[in-house]
Protein backbone atom coordinates (compact mmCIF):
# COMPACT_ATOMS: atom_id res chain seq x y z
CA UNK A 1 0.00 0.00 0.00
CA UNK A 2 1.37 3.24 -1.09
CA UNK A 3 1.17 6.39 0.75
CA UNK A 4 -0.91 9.15 -1.00
CA UNK A 5 -2.27 12.35 -0.12
CA UNK A 6 -5.66 11.95 1.07
CA UNK A 7 -8.88 14.21 -0.60
CA UNK A 8 -10.31 16.32 1.65
CA UNK A 9 -13.72 15.67 2.06
CA UNK A 10 -15.85 18.77 2.74
CA UNK A 11 -19.37 17.24 4.04
CA UNK A 12 -16.91 16.08 7.10
CA UNK A 13 -16.40 19.33 8.33
CA UNK A 14 -20.67 19.54 8.27
CA UNK A 15 -20.98 16.60 10.27
CA UNK A 16 -18.27 17.95 12.51
CA UNK A 17 -20.09 21.42 12.85
CA UNK A 18 -23.72 19.70 13.17
CA UNK A 19 -21.96 17.06 16.13
CA UNK A 20 -20.49 20.87 17.96
CA UNK A 21 -24.03 22.20 17.46
CA UNK A 22 -25.72 19.37 18.97
CA UNK A 23 -23.12 19.02 21.98
CA UNK A 24 -23.61 23.20 23.01
CA UNK A 25 -27.13 23.57 22.42
CA UNK A 26 -28.03 20.43 24.77
CA UNK A 27 -25.52 21.82 27.34
CA UNK A 28 -27.32 25.76 26.86
CA UNK A 29 -30.19 24.42 27.29
CA UNK A 30 -29.33 22.69 30.68
CA UNK A 31 -31.65 24.94 32.39
CA UNK A 32 -34.64 24.39 34.68
CA UNK A 33 -38.07 24.63 33.49
CA UNK A 34 -39.61 27.63 35.49
CA UNK A 35 -43.20 27.78 33.77
CA UNK A 36 -45.66 25.39 33.38
CA UNK A 37 -46.48 25.85 29.77
CA UNK A 38 -46.15 22.50 27.81
CA UNK A 39 -44.32 24.17 24.67
CA UNK A 40 -41.41 24.80 26.65
CA UNK A 41 -41.22 21.68 28.21
CA UNK A 42 -41.69 20.31 24.55
CA UNK A 43 -38.99 22.59 23.17
CA UNK A 44 -36.30 21.42 25.62
CA UNK A 45 -37.07 17.59 24.98
CA UNK A 46 -36.85 18.55 21.18
CA UNK A 47 -33.17 19.30 21.58
CA UNK A 48 -32.51 17.13 24.66
CA UNK A 49 -31.34 14.32 21.97
CA UNK A 50 -28.09 16.26 21.44
CA UNK A 51 -26.43 14.74 23.39
CA UNK A 52 -25.77 12.31 20.41
CA UNK A 53 -23.14 14.78 19.09
CA UNK A 54 -20.79 13.02 21.01
CA UNK A 55 -21.33 9.95 19.94
CA UNK A 56 -21.45 11.85 16.25
CA UNK A 57 -17.69 13.26 17.18
CA UNK A 58 -16.45 9.79 17.86
CA UNK A 59 -17.39 7.88 14.93
CA UNK A 60 -16.20 10.95 12.56
CA UNK A 61 -12.58 10.49 15.03
CA UNK A 62 -12.84 6.74 14.61
CA UNK A 63 -13.25 7.20 10.68
CA UNK A 64 -10.90 10.20 10.18
CA UNK A 65 -8.02 8.58 12.49
CA UNK A 66 -8.03 5.52 10.63
CA UNK A 67 -8.07 6.47 6.84
CA UNK A 68 -5.16 7.98 7.73
CA UNK A 69 -3.38 5.36 9.61
CA UNK A 70 -4.57 2.83 6.62
CA UNK A 71 -3.02 5.42 4.21
CA UNK A 72 0.37 5.84 6.13
CA UNK A 73 0.89 2.44 6.89
CA UNK A 74 3.81 1.42 4.81
CA UNK A 75 5.42 4.88 5.65
CA UNK A 76 8.89 4.59 7.65
CA UNK A 77 7.46 7.12 9.71
CA UNK A 78 3.74 6.05 10.87
CA UNK A 79 4.14 6.29 14.44
CA UNK A 80 6.26 9.03 14.99
CA UNK A 81 4.17 11.05 12.32
CA UNK A 82 0.70 10.07 13.85
CA UNK A 83 1.25 11.34 17.12
CA UNK A 84 3.57 14.24 16.64
CA UNK A 85 0.37 15.71 14.30
CA UNK A 86 -2.01 14.75 16.71
CA UNK A 87 0.37 16.01 19.79
CA UNK A 88 -0.09 19.32 17.68
CA UNK A 89 -3.45 19.64 17.38
CA UNK A 90 -4.87 18.30 20.17
CA UNK A 91 -2.44 18.69 23.12
CA UNK A 92 -1.81 22.70 23.33
CA UNK A 93 -5.44 23.96 23.62
CA UNK A 94 -6.59 21.15 25.86
CA UNK A 95 -3.18 22.15 28.27
CA UNK A 96 -3.77 26.04 27.48
CA UNK A 97 -7.59 25.25 28.90
CA UNK A 98 -6.37 23.49 32.31
CA UNK A 99 -4.05 26.03 32.87
CA UNK A 100 -6.41 28.97 32.61
CA UNK A 101 -8.48 26.42 34.79
CA UNK A 102 -6.84 25.45 37.76
CA UNK A 103 -4.14 28.34 37.55
CA UNK A 104 -6.58 31.60 36.91
CA UNK A 105 -9.76 30.83 37.04
CA UNK A 106 -10.11 28.99 40.00
CA UNK A 107 -7.95 31.14 42.20
CA UNK A 108 -10.05 34.27 40.92
CA UNK A 109 -13.25 32.70 41.48
CA UNK A 110 -12.91 30.78 44.20
CA UNK A 111 -13.94 33.41 47.24
CA UNK A 112 -16.40 34.89 45.05
CA UNK A 113 -18.68 32.05 44.25
CA UNK A 114 -20.88 30.05 46.15
CA UNK A 115 -20.22 26.64 48.55
CA UNK A 116 -21.86 24.65 45.80
CA UNK A 117 -19.43 25.86 43.38
CA UNK A 118 -16.26 25.55 45.58
CA UNK A 119 -17.33 22.48 46.38
CA UNK A 120 -16.95 21.64 42.91
CA UNK A 121 -13.82 23.29 42.21
CA UNK A 122 -12.09 21.31 45.25
CA UNK A 123 -13.46 18.20 43.77
CA UNK A 124 -11.51 18.70 40.22
CA UNK A 125 -8.61 20.15 42.07
CA UNK A 126 -8.27 17.22 43.78
CA UNK A 127 -8.37 15.08 40.95
CA UNK A 128 -6.46 17.36 39.13
CA UNK A 129 -3.58 15.04 38.02
CA UNK A 130 -6.03 12.88 36.39
CA UNK A 131 -7.10 15.76 33.62
CA UNK A 132 -3.24 16.14 32.51
CA UNK A 133 -3.26 12.31 31.97
CA UNK A 134 -6.44 12.33 29.82
CA UNK A 135 -7.72 9.83 32.97
CA UNK A 136 -10.41 11.95 33.98
CA UNK A 137 -13.48 9.78 32.72
CA UNK A 138 -11.86 6.69 34.02
CA UNK A 139 -11.38 8.77 37.70
CA UNK A 140 -15.38 10.05 37.27
CA UNK A 141 -15.72 6.14 36.99
CA UNK A 142 -14.30 4.90 39.85
CA UNK A 143 -15.76 7.31 42.13
CA UNK A 144 -19.11 7.70 40.93
CA UNK A 145 -18.46 11.13 41.23
CA UNK A 146 -18.58 13.41 37.87
CA UNK A 147 -16.73 16.79 37.68
CA UNK A 148 -18.16 20.48 37.03
CA UNK A 149 -16.52 23.42 37.27
CA UNK A 150 -16.09 23.61 33.61
CA UNK A 151 -14.34 20.34 33.21
CA UNK A 152 -16.87 17.97 32.91
CA UNK A 153 -17.12 17.68 28.98
CA UNK A 154 -13.69 16.72 28.70
CA UNK A 155 -14.07 12.84 29.52
CA UNK A 156 -15.09 12.54 26.08
CA UNK A 157 -11.73 14.01 25.07
CA UNK A 158 -10.16 11.42 27.47
CA UNK A 159 -11.79 8.84 25.95
CA UNK A 160 -10.58 9.95 22.19
CA UNK A 161 -7.04 10.48 23.33
CA UNK A 162 -6.69 7.11 24.32
CA UNK A 163 -8.46 5.85 21.81
CA UNK A 164 -5.54 8.18 19.82
CA UNK A 165 -2.97 5.79 21.99
CA UNK A 166 -4.00 2.52 21.20
CA UNK A 167 -5.70 2.23 18.00
CA UNK A 168 -2.53 3.22 15.76
CA UNK A 169 -0.72 0.13 17.34
CA UNK A 170 -4.01 -2.43 16.41
CA UNK A 171 -3.89 -1.09 13.11
CA UNK A 172 -0.15 -1.11 12.36
CA UNK A 173 -0.05 -4.96 13.67
CA UNK A 174 -3.08 -6.05 11.75
CA UNK A 175 -3.83 -6.82 8.48
CA UNK A 176 -7.20 -5.86 7.15
CA UNK A 177 -9.24 -9.34 7.71
CA UNK A 178 -7.86 -9.40 11.32
CA UNK A 179 -8.34 -5.60 12.57
CA UNK A 180 -12.14 -6.37 11.33
CA UNK A 181 -12.25 -9.14 13.52
CA UNK A 182 -10.65 -7.09 15.96
CA UNK A 183 -12.91 -4.72 15.16
CA UNK A 184 -16.07 -6.01 15.55
CA UNK A 185 -15.03 -8.79 18.77
CA UNK A 186 -14.47 -5.12 20.54
CA UNK A 187 -18.11 -3.64 19.33
CA UNK A 188 -19.89 -6.67 20.62
CA UNK A 189 -17.36 -6.77 23.86
CA UNK A 190 -18.83 -3.17 24.18
CA UNK A 191 -22.63 -3.97 23.94
CA UNK A 192 -22.34 -7.17 26.13
CA UNK A 193 -20.39 -4.83 28.74
CA UNK A 194 -23.07 -2.10 28.80
CA UNK A 195 -25.86 -4.68 29.28
CA UNK A 196 -24.11 -6.66 32.21
CA UNK A 197 -23.55 -3.32 33.94
CA UNK A 198 -26.84 -1.75 33.31
CA UNK A 199 -28.40 -4.88 34.65
CA UNK A 200 -26.46 -4.95 37.49
CA UNK A 201 -27.58 -1.60 38.28
CA UNK A 202 -24.09 0.55 37.51
CA UNK A 203 -24.81 4.18 37.46
CA UNK A 204 -25.90 5.25 33.35
CA UNK A 205 -23.45 8.19 33.68
CA UNK A 206 -20.97 6.00 34.51
CA UNK A 207 -21.52 3.80 31.85
CA UNK A 208 -21.87 6.74 29.13
CA UNK A 209 -18.53 7.89 30.34
CA UNK A 210 -16.39 4.77 30.15
CA UNK A 211 -14.00 4.15 27.47
CA UNK A 212 -14.70 0.48 27.98
CA UNK A 213 -18.68 1.05 26.87
CA UNK A 214 -18.21 4.18 24.51
CA UNK A 215 -15.30 2.31 22.39
CA UNK A 216 -17.68 1.28 19.82
CA UNK A 217 -18.25 4.28 18.08
CA UNK A 218 -14.96 5.11 17.62
CA UNK A 219 -14.20 1.60 15.99
CA UNK A 220 -17.49 1.76 14.14
CA UNK A 221 -16.24 4.45 12.56
CA UNK A 222 -12.79 3.00 11.83
CA UNK A 223 -14.29 -0.21 10.27
CA UNK A 224 -16.00 2.59 7.73
CA UNK A 225 -12.56 3.53 7.04
CA UNK A 226 -11.61 -0.15 6.73
CA UNK A 227 -14.74 -1.17 4.11
CA UNK A 228 -13.95 1.92 2.16
CA UNK A 229 -10.31 1.05 1.84
CA UNK A 230 -11.35 -2.94 0.81
CA UNK A 231 -14.04 -1.79 -1.53
CA UNK A 232 -14.07 0.59 -4.69
CA UNK A 233 -17.49 0.17 -5.91
CA UNK A 234 -20.16 0.34 -3.31
CA UNK A 235 -23.97 0.39 -3.45
CA UNK A 236 -24.72 3.73 -1.96
CA UNK A 237 -28.94 3.58 -2.40
CA UNK A 238 -28.56 0.24 -0.43
CA UNK A 239 -26.66 2.14 2.24
CA UNK A 240 -28.94 5.28 1.82
CA UNK A 241 -31.66 2.90 2.51
CA UNK A 242 -29.87 1.41 5.36
CA UNK A 243 -29.41 5.18 7.00
CA UNK A 244 -33.15 5.88 7.02
CA UNK A 245 -33.91 2.82 8.43
CA UNK A 246 -31.40 3.70 11.25
CA UNK A 247 -31.81 7.05 11.80
CA UNK A 248 -35.62 6.43 12.28
CA UNK A 249 -35.22 3.23 14.73
CA UNK A 250 -32.57 5.22 16.72
CA UNK A 251 -34.81 8.62 16.95
CA UNK A 252 -37.68 6.64 17.83
CA UNK A 253 -36.22 4.62 20.44
CA UNK A 254 -34.53 7.91 22.12
CA UNK A 255 -37.37 10.02 22.33
CA UNK A 256 -39.43 7.14 23.67
CA UNK A 257 -37.53 6.63 26.37
CA UNK A 258 -36.24 10.06 27.07
CA UNK A 259 -33.88 11.85 25.14
CA UNK A 260 -33.10 14.51 27.91
CA UNK A 261 -31.61 11.27 30.38
CA UNK A 262 -30.28 9.20 28.43
CA UNK A 263 -31.03 6.92 31.10
CA UNK A 264 -33.31 4.06 30.10
CA UNK A 265 -31.38 0.91 29.70
CA UNK A 266 -31.96 0.50 26.22
CA UNK A 267 -31.10 3.83 25.51
CA UNK A 268 -27.44 3.07 27.09
CA UNK A 269 -27.48 -0.78 25.65
CA UNK A 270 -28.69 -0.97 21.94
CA UNK A 271 -29.61 3.13 21.79
CA UNK A 272 -25.82 3.47 21.86
CA UNK A 273 -25.31 0.83 19.24
CA UNK A 274 -27.81 2.17 16.62
CA UNK A 275 -26.78 5.41 17.26
CA UNK A 276 -23.05 4.82 16.06
CA UNK A 277 -24.25 2.82 13.47
CA UNK A 278 -26.34 5.36 12.09
CA UNK A 279 -23.58 8.03 11.96
CA UNK A 280 -21.71 5.22 10.40
CA UNK A 281 -23.93 4.82 7.39
CA UNK A 282 -24.15 8.66 6.99
CA UNK A 283 -20.73 8.97 7.15
CA UNK A 284 -20.10 6.32 4.55
CA UNK A 285 -22.50 8.33 2.52
CA UNK A 286 -20.42 11.01 1.94
CA UNK A 287 -18.49 8.82 0.20
CA UNK A 288 -20.95 9.17 -2.76
CA UNK A 289 -20.24 11.48 -5.30
CA UNK A 290 -24.05 11.34 -6.31
CA UNK A 291 -26.94 9.66 -3.74
CA UNK A 292 -25.68 11.72 -1.10
CA UNK A 293 -28.90 13.90 -0.50
CA UNK A 294 -27.57 15.86 2.75
CA UNK A 295 -24.20 17.03 0.28
CA UNK A 296 -25.81 20.96 -0.19
CA UNK A 297 -26.70 21.04 4.00
CA UNK A 298 -23.27 19.04 5.15
CA UNK A 299 -21.40 21.70 2.51
CA UNK A 300 -23.19 24.63 3.79
CA UNK A 301 -20.62 27.54 5.12
CA UNK A 302 -22.73 27.45 8.31
CA UNK A 303 -21.97 24.06 8.98
CA UNK A 304 -18.68 24.05 7.18
CA UNK A 305 -17.64 27.00 9.95
CA UNK A 306 -18.31 25.51 13.07
CA UNK A 307 -16.56 22.48 11.62
CA UNK A 308 -13.61 24.15 11.46
CA UNK A 309 -13.36 25.51 15.28
CA UNK A 310 -15.54 22.57 16.26
CA UNK A 311 -12.52 21.77 18.94
CA UNK A 312 -11.75 25.41 20.90
CA UNK A 313 -15.93 25.86 20.88
CA UNK A 314 -16.42 22.33 22.29
CA UNK A 315 -13.45 23.46 24.98
CA UNK A 316 -14.47 26.79 25.78
CA UNK A 317 -18.74 26.40 25.92
CA UNK A 318 -18.83 25.12 29.55
CA UNK A 319 -16.70 28.33 30.66
CA UNK A 320 -18.54 30.56 28.71
CA UNK A 321 -21.79 29.26 29.61
CA UNK A 322 -20.85 29.46 33.34
CA UNK A 323 -19.93 33.43 32.64
CA UNK A 324 -22.97 34.13 31.08
CA UNK A 325 -25.68 32.28 33.78
CA UNK A 326 -23.61 34.71 36.25
CA UNK A 327 -24.44 37.54 34.31
CA UNK A 328 -28.10 37.08 32.87
CA UNK A 329 -29.07 35.45 35.60
CA UNK A 330 -31.44 32.88 36.08
CA UNK A 331 -34.12 31.99 33.26
CA UNK A 332 -37.02 34.18 32.94
CA UNK A 333 -40.85 33.65 31.56
CA UNK A 334 -41.32 36.25 29.19
CA UNK A 335 -44.40 36.69 27.65
CA UNK A 336 -45.55 33.35 29.16
CA UNK A 337 -42.70 31.53 27.67
CA UNK A 338 -39.17 30.63 28.99
CA UNK A 339 -37.96 29.56 25.70
CA UNK A 340 -37.92 32.81 24.53
CA UNK A 341 -35.46 33.22 27.36
CA UNK A 342 -33.59 29.83 26.08
CA UNK A 343 -33.70 31.00 22.15
CA UNK A 344 -31.98 34.04 23.23
CA UNK A 345 -29.66 32.68 25.58
CA UNK A 346 -28.38 30.18 23.43
CA UNK A 347 -27.63 32.58 20.50
CA UNK A 348 -25.43 34.80 23.10
CA UNK A 349 -23.62 31.88 24.20
CA UNK A 350 -23.17 30.58 20.84
CA UNK A 351 -21.70 33.85 19.42
CA UNK A 352 -19.71 34.56 22.52
CA UNK A 353 -18.09 31.29 22.28
CA UNK A 354 -17.67 31.63 18.59
CA UNK A 355 -15.80 35.14 19.02
CA UNK A 356 -13.26 33.15 21.72
CA UNK A 357 -13.05 30.32 19.14
CA UNK A 358 -11.74 32.37 16.66
CA UNK A 359 -9.20 34.25 18.95
CA UNK A 360 -8.47 30.78 19.76
CA UNK A 361 -7.55 29.53 16.74
CA UNK A 362 -6.10 32.98 15.33
CA UNK A 363 -3.49 33.87 18.48
CA UNK A 364 -2.87 30.28 19.13
CA UNK A 365 -3.94 26.98 17.39
CA UNK A 366 -3.27 27.97 13.96
CA UNK A 367 0.80 28.43 15.44
CA UNK A 368 1.00 25.03 16.33
CA UNK A 369 -0.25 23.72 12.86
CA UNK A 370 2.72 25.20 11.16
CA UNK A 371 4.73 22.89 12.57
CA UNK A 372 2.72 19.74 11.56
CA UNK A 373 4.32 19.03 7.84
CA UNK A 374 7.89 19.19 9.72
CA UNK A 375 8.18 15.34 9.95
CA UNK A 376 8.80 13.98 6.15
CA UNK A 377 6.45 10.92 5.42
CA UNK A 378 8.04 8.34 3.67
CA UNK A 379 6.25 7.23 0.66
CA UNK A 380 7.97 4.29 0.12
CA UNK A 381 7.41 0.81 1.49
CA UNK A 382 9.23 -0.52 4.52
Not at 72 to 79: H, V
Not at 81 to 105: A, E, H, V
Request: aromatic share 18%.
Amino acid sequence: MKTTKLNHIVELDGIRGLAVLLVIIFHFLNQPILSNNSFDHFFKELFAIGWVGVDLFFVLSGFLITRILLNTKSGSNYFISFYYKRTLRIFPLYYLYLILIFFIIYPILFNRVSEFEQSKMLLTEQSQAWFWLYLSNIKQVMDGTFFGGGLGHLWSLSIEEQFYILWPCIVYFSSIRSLKMISWTLIAAALLLRIYLGLSEVDPEVIYVFTLTRMDALIMGALVAVFISEHEEINYHIVKKILLGLALSTISLIYVFGPSSGKHLLVYTIGYTLTAMTFSMLILLTQSSNTFILRPIFRSSFLVFFGKYSYAIYIFHPLVRQFMLKIVGEPKVIFGLQTFWSIGFIILNISITVVVALISWNLFEKWFLKFKDKIIISNSGK
